[in-house]
């Protein structure tokens, strides 16, 4: 049974940060790119960024650009989004998600991935 649990998640200031991981079981983590989305209330899930099978791209939305870092240590089958100068506009609920490849490709759209976390909450105050 394939498992991805996000942890880190929580309240912090205007310009603070945050790093959320993301443990995986059940699969083969290599063959898997991995991505961070998120979705504030209403609002449709967002790419926020993605990694590929081998760390060799990283790909981010242009609204995180130079703010956040995603990165993966396949040995330990976690991925990690260190997230630096938080925005309000940030808050929102953020998953990770698995999207087995064959390739060092790492899409953009949600439904293309395979396997989604339960979700971790992350607030930004003002």
């Known amino acids: 049974q394939v498992q991805l649990v996000e942890s880190g998640g929580g309240l912090v200031q205007v310009g603070g940060s945050l790093r959320l991981s993301c443990a995986a079981s059940?699969?083969?983590?290599?063959?898997?790119?991995m991505g961070w989305f998120r979705q504030a209330p209403g609002k449709e899930p967002e790419f926020v960024a993605g990694i590929s099978r081998s760390a060799i791209f990283t790909y981010y939305a242009d609204s995180v650009k130079g703010r956040f870092t995603i990165s993966r240590d396949n040995a330990k089958n976690t991925v990690s989004l260190q997230m630096n100068s938080l925005k309000p506009e940030d808050t929102a609920v953020y998953y990770c998600?698995?999207?087995?490849?064959?390739?060092?490709?790492?899409?953009?759209?949600?439904?293309?991935?395979?396997?989604w976390g339960q979700g971790t909450q992350v607030t930004v105050s003002s």
């Open positions: 998600a698995a999207d087995r490849r064959l390739d060092s490709s790492v899409e953009r759209t949600a439904a293309e991935y395979d396997y």
């Open positions: 059940g699969l083969t983590f290599k063959d898997y790119a």
